[in-house]
T-cell receptor, first 111, second 117 residues
């Protein structure tokens, strides 16, 4: 079973920041938080991951709470092409391991 | 990032037949994974393919139905055998890459869309 909880859907206006929450209250100390998105049934696309510090890359920012029980993915300036299903996944990063996908959040960017 | 390709990208098949899906990665990887995504659903892992050994199947998936080959460190195949309409899904392969840090990141192929009539 997935170890994360996400809202099933969210809407955001184009050009605004999209903030996607994720609860992972049972996360272990050696588990990372990974975010993927899936655009219209394409293969999932890796976005970002983090352990306990906030992370930023060219796609998004990841904010992890101090107790690591929740996190927020931030798309700073959402575009229509960011419409997708976003998956928050926790996993041990070292060593190849399967990913357990929940239902994710269907983010719709509105013009 | 990683480059993973799949063939075919889509297919329409008759029930009772079999289809073999190929997955090619651009770097040597230890493990490859095969997932299924049924219409309107999330991804479910079918099996993990380790080079040089038999694949490890998840509960609900069996080797006779989904035989997997892993002949080398950059290639794997998944066969969907004796297909029925319930096998209509997107089949995705993935692989863990270590891009220079201590963390491994899993990348996915574009998927194979299968419709069984």
């Amino acid at each position: 079973d997935a170890k994360t909880t996400q809202p099933p859907s969210m809407d955001c206006a184009e050009g605004r920041a999209a903030n996607l929450p994720c609860n992972h209250s049972t996360i272990s100390g050696n588990e990372y938080v990974y975010w993927y998105r899936q655009i219209h049934s394409q293969g999932p696309q890796y976005i970002i991951h983090g352990l306990k510090n906030n992370e930023t890359n060219e796609m998004a920012s990841l904010i992890i709470t101090e107790d690591r029980k929740s996190s927020t993915l931030i798309l700073p300036h959402a575009t229509l092409r960011d419409t997708a299903v976003y998956y928050c996944i926790v996993r041990v990063a070292q060593g190849a391991q399967k990913l357990v996908f929940g239902q994710g959040t269907r983010l719709t960017i509105n013009p | 990032s990683a480059v993973i390709s799949q063939k075919p990208s889509r297919d329409i098949c008759q029930r009772g037949t079999s289809l073999t899906i190929q997955c090619q990665v651009d770097s040597q990887v230890t493990m490859m994974f095969w997932y299924r995504q049924q219409p309107g659903q999330s991804l479910t892992l079918i099996a993990t393919a380790n080079q040089g050994s038999e694949a490890t199947y998840e509960s609900g998936f069996v080797i006779d139905k989904f035989p997997i080959s892993r002949p080398n460190l950059t290639f794997s195949t998944l066969t969907v055998s004796n297909m029925s309409p319930e096998d209509s899904s997107i089949y995705l392969c993935s692989a863990d890459y270590n891009l220079g840090g201590v963390q491994e990141t899993q990348y996915f192929g574009p998927g194979t869309r299968l419709l069984v009539l």
